[in-house]
């Protein structure tokens, strides 16, 4: 069975998903490998409706209004969207590496999220795509459940 078969199978098994809580998984990958297209076509397979959740439109420029928004958009999540599936596209964007030089703000800002992610419903599938996950905060890539390298037709596990 390949990994798009066994991940259809797993993310279809509402029992095996049940008892991790919300499924977060990592994809990555050069530009045009179709990982954006590949998160759509699962949704399709799940009959499951998928929202894509815009990184630029998080990140303000004003002070702790990133950290606001991501709060907005969990109680959001936990209101109207439980069993939803979720794709953050462009995540390097969003959560970069504490590692660099950054300000405060930014560092709380990644807290923040992890924290989010700690805190998202069971049932919930979240999606990040990124083609720099090198630039991703170490942190943030310990809580996901599993991270996929899409090259073209092919999809390779790793964690």
Do not use: W
């Not at 930014?106 to 990040?128: D, V």
């Amino acid at each position: 069975m390949n990994h798009y078969k066994k991940m259809i199978y797993f993310l279809g098994d509402h029992n095996k998903t049940s008892k991790i809580g919300a499924v977060k998984i990592l994809i990555t990958g050069r530009p045009g490998t179709g990982k954006t297209s590949f998160v759509s076509d699962i949704a399709k397979s799940l009959d499951k409706k998928l929202f894509s959740i815009s990184a630029p439109n998080l990140n303000s420029h004003k002070l702790g209004e990133t950290q606001k928004n991501l709060q907005k958009l969990l109680i959001d999540i936990r209101k109207n969207y439980i069993n939803s599936i979720f794709i953050i596209d462009e995540f390097d964007s969003l959560i970069g590496s504490r590692n660099r030089e950054i300000n405060d703000e930014y560092q709380r800002m990644i807290g923040t999220f992890n924290m989010i992610l700690e805190s998202l419903p069971k049932g919930t599938i979240l999606f990040a795509i990124s083609n720099q996950v090198n630039s991703i905060d170490s942190a943030t890539l310990r809580r996901f459940n599993g991270t996929y390298f899409k090259c073209g037709y092919n999809l390779i596990f790793f964690k």
